[in-house]
């Protein structure tokens, strides 16, 4: 634990992160002050006022630059201005999630990918509960690691959702188990659109990870197969153990004639058929098989991780069924927030699909999509900034093209479109702030537009 009493520290971005950030180092003693280009929430605003925490909002003042270190926002991209100050000047840089981790007295599991982060996280806590063994669970599903680090304690395990934002300014941060599901573009908007710097910000989760502790990967994964290479101990790194859909490993979780199947220590487990597994498509097999290896190395009985596997019922925003109205299925996959995600989501439908698509561009290639479109979308809704992107690239693609202003648009117009038997998806590719405040806002505002479609 770092020796922070009495330090100047400046906390640069008051969103939720920020200002979860800047009650736990107030609390340890530190000076601490905010800062924010734009403008704080009702709810920033008053949390800062309770705690005493002095504030500013609308853009950075010369005492923004006044710190000894620096804790910065996920949302908050290295090339701020204001971070490009620190960064010239020598002050040191931190995540929230970094600083929060200096408290931390739990053991540590962290879970990221491009896809699945959510899911995987949730499912975790689900065998957790199962299991009846403690864990606190937070990081990019939506509880800063600031809010809970203060309730670690060794016989409970910390389960946190790592984000790429939220690894980039890491110094110290050692999960002892973590957990990588695979990597294809994202966020390229904030990596100067190139994949290699995005590749290089998921893989510093096993930067300071030692020969006790652990990484599970996907073997499937062409990135991570290039990054992480063979099986088994790299020198002074975590032990490597893999999972796979597609071939029999030595070390690892894999599928054979159906059933799961762990090896590990040397010995080896049939665990269950993969179609008892509750959550269907392979992208979710893939997912419990990461949760399976996670178990056992956490110590999981096999038998509660049979039942979570079972009975998992998965995530609000994830292919979530909303309603079915004269034999459409209306689908909420908001948390799908880049290409690869709307791509496993299609390719999981056997219907035909009126999809909805777009939000706020984060430098991604519609194109990729193309195939899937052709052959299960006969008609396409383009929504936000992303509009023009997906009507250059794809909207030939669809037998109809349509663009909304509004979600309940979109929705009205998918209505219009769809016959008995098809789903309407939203399934946007896109991050939500063009028009939300968050995935989770989206997602609602689709759930309320489908509800008010009359019978």
């Known amino acids: 634990m770092k020796e922070i009493s009495g330090k100047s520290i400046v906390i640069v971005g008051g969103a939720r992160s920020g200002v ?147 690894l980039d300014n890491i110094k110290t ?19 100067q659109n190139k994949f290699k710097y995005y590749v290089a910000s998921k893989m510093k989760i096993i930067r300071n990870q030692g020969e006790t502790d652990f990484l599970i990967y996907n073997y499937d994964d062409p990135v991570l197969k290039e990054q992480i290479g063979g099986i088994g101990v790299k020198p002074k790194g975590p032990a490597r153990i893999p999972f796979s859909l597609a071939e029999e490993l030595e070390t690892g979780a894999f599928i054979r004639d159906e059933h799961i199947v762990v090896r590990l220590d040397g010995s080896e487990e049939v665990l269950m058929h993969k179609d008892e597994v509750s959550l269907k498509g392979p992208h979710n097999l893939a997912n419990s098989l990461a949760v399976v290896l996670a178990g056992r190395l956490n110590g999981v009985e096999s038998s509660h991780i049979r039942e979570s596997l079972r009975t998992f019922e998965g995530v609000e925003h994830r292919l979530e069924q909303v309603r079915i109205l004269r034999g459409v299925r209306y689908i909420n996959d908001s948390k799908a927030t880049n290409v690869n995600a709307v791509w496993y989501a299609l390719r999981g439908i056997t219907a035909p699909v009126v999809l909805i698509l777009g ?29 023009a992107a997906i009507r250059e690239q794809i909207s030939r693609e669809a037998l109809y093209y349509f663009e909304a202003e509004t979600m309940a648009q979109a929705v009205q117009q998918a209505s219009k479109q ?38």
């Open 359 to 387: 939000g706020q561009d984060k430098g991604n290639n519609y194109r990729e999509l193309t195939d899937q479109i052709r052959k299960k979308v006969h008609s396409l809704i383009a929504i936000g900034e992303a509009k």
């Open 173 to 191: 941060f050692r999960p002892r188990v973590s957990v990588i599901l695979n990597i294809t573009p994202d966020h390229l908007n904030r990596y």
């Open 20 to 166: 979860a950030a800047s009650v736990l180092l107030k609390g340890m003693g530190a000076k601490v002050f905010v800062t924010d280009a734009g403008m704080l929430s009702e709810q920033s605003r008053q949390t800062l006022i309770a705690q005493q925490i002095p504030f500013e909002e609308g853009g950075h003042s010369e005492r923004a630059k006044d710190a000894e270190f620096v804790v910065v926002s996920p949302g908050v991209p290295d090339e701020a201005p204001l971070i490009r100050h620190f960064s010239y000047t020598g002050i040191p840089v931190y995540s929230e999630m970094e600083v929060a981790c200096w408290f931390n007295k739990s053991p540590l599991t962290a879970v990221t990918g491009s896809n699945g982060k959510t899911t995987t996280t949730s499912w975790l806590r689900h065998l957790w509960e199962t299991a009846s063994k403690q864990a606190l669970i937070a990081g990019n599903i939506g509880v800063p690691v600031s809010d809970l680090v203060l309730d670690t304690a060794p016989d409970k395990d910390l389960i946190l959702e790592v984000s790429s934002f939220q």
């Open 418 to 455: 769809a016959r008995k038997g098809e789903v309407v998806l939203l399934s946007p590719a896109c991050a939500s702030f063009d028009m939300f405040e968050n995935y989770e806002h989206r997602g609602r505002a689709f759930k309320e537009a489908v509800m008010d479609l009359p019978d």
